[in-house]
């Protein structure tokens, strides 16, 4: 068992950038890897990028892979979302999320269905 924890939204001007955070306690942190998801009002959950247990591979969805940047620290139990240049299409609330399994296609680290904790997410907004 792993208790997610996300901080860092808030109101952001377009063009801007913020960092979030996801703490983790419970068990040991870097036996899993690690989904950052966001869900706008009316919209249905998406995928914006995960990193492996030892931080060495990452993957971003299409929208976030020029402007984020996933990464983490075990030592600190934490998971790190930096996001660059916010556009209001940005706007959402952004969860974590942890798996222990491994999986040999990227494909399924991009399900929010194969990951196992959930943070209580935290919400950016980005300023039009």
């Known amino acids: 068992q792993v208790h997610l924890v996300e901080s860092g939204g808030g109101l952001v001007q377009i063009g801007g950038s913020t960092r979030l955070s996801c703490l983790a306690s419970?068990?040991?942190?870097?036996?899993?890897?690690i989904g950052w998801f966001r869900q706008a009002p009316g919209k249905e959950r998406e995928f914006v990028a995960t990193?492996?247990?030892?931080?060495?591979?990452?993957y971003y969805a299409d929208s976030a892979k020029v402007r984020f940047t996933i990464s983490r620290d075990n030592a600190k139990n934490t998971v790190y979302l930096q996001m660059n240049d916010l556009q209001s299409e940005d706007t959402a609330v952004y969860y974590c999320?942890?798996?222990?399994?491994?999986?040999?296609?990227?494909?399924?680290?991009?399900?929010?269905?194969?990951?196992?904790?959930w943070g209580q997410g935290t919400q950016v907004t980005v300023s039009s």
């Open positions: 990193i492996s247990k030892n931080g060495d591979g990452t």
């Open positions: 999320s942890a798996t222990e399994q491994y999986y040999s296609r990227t494909y399924y680290y991009t399900k929010g269905w194969e990951y196992d904790y």
């Open positions: 419970g068990r040991t942190f870097s036996n899993y890897a």
